[in-house]
């Protein structure tokens, strides 16, 4: 690895964790260490059981340090949707500079600006992105830097997430021996290698159907501008297909992710296998449409769902339609069964790199996509820090929190980040 800079994110989720390290060059991203581990303590996104969670987390970064050969330290952490709010916010600066050139420091410092509003004791800033900066009443500019100003404006997003739900991811993270470079919320973070800039101008609907949640996204002239969660997934396509072939939860996750078909019209009469049913000795034999019956239901149920929840919101208006991802998204026949529930028009969404083409890394894969993006225009640093690499001879190390270097007076910091470690973590 030598002294290359690493980008690592940590996604949490309801049936898995995953941990992604990448290097960046020349803006494209490469994959080099994936860790993924069976979640445990988390239920429907949320987590419930620090200790539990901390333990995955602890398991998929070693999985994936061991991939590489070097121990982590820092990581890109996602936030769900759960019990987040949208609202328009703007800042206004004066050009520090004495020749009036934009800079990092100024951009940073309107970003900083927007952020001043008052927010209810349970709520705190997840992020906030920009829609667009002004310079002396020009409007339109995306990136400011270099221009000449005496004011600078920026109008955009504040995102606001609970406190509660942001406090225990965080304090896993920090448990689990880790330091967070940055939180992104999920959609954002999806929506950075899911949808195209046409996507998010024309509106779009991005749907990611996870284990325990779906989130529906909405993005129109360029930005998010709602987000929410429905509280099913693939795990209750599980418990159907446990209650309706009369076997265990374990065997029915494995019989969806074997034999699974979303499609019924689609489904093969022909394919047969075997299951323990309870109550019984003997196996039991379906076909894949008796399978594909149970999933077909719960999956429909979900898309309409979905435009249930656009309907109650006032989004119905979606001329680039939907673009779905999430795990359950990888059952055969689903983005069909989509296509024929929504009646609009639908694509399935997957990281195209090597080690990653399943939707259930679309989150994982564009929190650091997403980070770098938003470090390069606000001039920060989230690449992690690689220490010496692990040999196969050597006991793994106690991981301890890393301490940070002392920083420099002309050294940016997160706001966000420090309002979060100094309310959960002093």
């Not at 860790?35 to 398991?59: A, C, F, H, P």
């Not at 404006?153 to 021996?177: P, Q, Y």
């Not at 265990?248 to 019989?255: K, Q």
């Not at 992690?384 to 890393?402: F, G, I, L, M």
């Amino acid at each position: 690895m030598g002294d290359s800079e690493i980008y690592v994110s940590l996604d949490i989720g309801t049936a898995s964790v995953k941990v992604i390290i990448a290097e960046m060059a020349d803006d494209r991203l490469n994959i080099i260490g994936v860790g993924n581990v069976e979640s445990s303590g988390i239920k429907k996104g949320i987590i419930i059981d620090i200790d539990k969670t901390v333990e995955s987390i602890k398991k998929a970064i070693e999985q994936a340090e061991r991939m590489v050969g070097v121990e982590i330290s820092q990581v890109i952490v996602g936030v769900v949707s759960s019990q987040v709010h949208l609202e328009a916010c703007r800042g206004i600066v004066a050009v520090g500079s004495e020749n009036r050139e934009i800079t990092d420091e100024d951009v940073w410092n309107v970003m900083d600006a927007a952020q001043v509003v008052p927010l209810s004791p349970e709520r705190e800033i997840i992020n906030t992105i920009p829609d667009q900066f002004v310079v002396d009443g020009l409007t339109g500019i995306t990136d400011p830097r270099g221009m000449i100003g005496v004011r600078l404006e920026m109008e955009g997003t504040l995102i606001t997430g609970s406190k509660t739900i942001l406090h225990n991811t965080l304090r896993c993270v920090e448990r689990a021996g880790l330091e967070i470079s940055d939180i992104a919320l999920q959609p954002l973070a999806e929506a950075s290698i899911s949808l195209s800039e046409d996507d998010k101008e024309f509106g779009t609907a991005l749907v990611n159907i996870g284990a325990g949640t779906t989130t529906v996204s909405v993005f129109e002239q360029g930005r998010l501008t709602y987000t929410g969660v429905i509280p099913v997934g693939g795990d209750n396509i599980t418990k159907d297909l446990s209650l309706g072939l009369n076997t265990s939860t374990a065997n029915a996750d494995r019989v969806k992710l074997e034999h699974g078909y979303a499609f019924y019209d689609d489904a093969s009469p022909d394919e047969v296998f075997a299951i323990d049913v309870i109550g019984s000795d003997q196996k039991q034999h379906f076909t894949q449409v008796e399978v594909a019956d149970i999933i077909e239901a719960r999956m429909e149920e979900i898309f309409q769902l979905v435009v249930e929840e656009l309907n109650r919101v006032g989004k119905t208006h979606l001329p680039g339609g939907y673009v779905l991802t999430g795990g359950s998204m990888a059952i055969p026949g689903a983005i069909d069964l989509a296509g024929k529930t929504l009646a609009a028009h639908v694509r399935l969404a997957i990281p195209d790199y090597i080690g990653v083409r399943e939707p259930s890394f679309t989150t994982a894969v564009g929190l650091i996509k997403y980070a770098y993006q938003m470090a390069e225009l606000e001039g920060r640093d989230v690449s992690s820090t690689a220490s010496e690499p692990r040999y196969d001879d050597e006991a793994p190390k106690p991981k301890q929190p890393k301490q940070k270097p002392k920083k420099s007076d002309d050294e940016k910091v997160s706001t966000k980040m420090k309002n979060f470690f100094g309310a959960f973590f002093e």
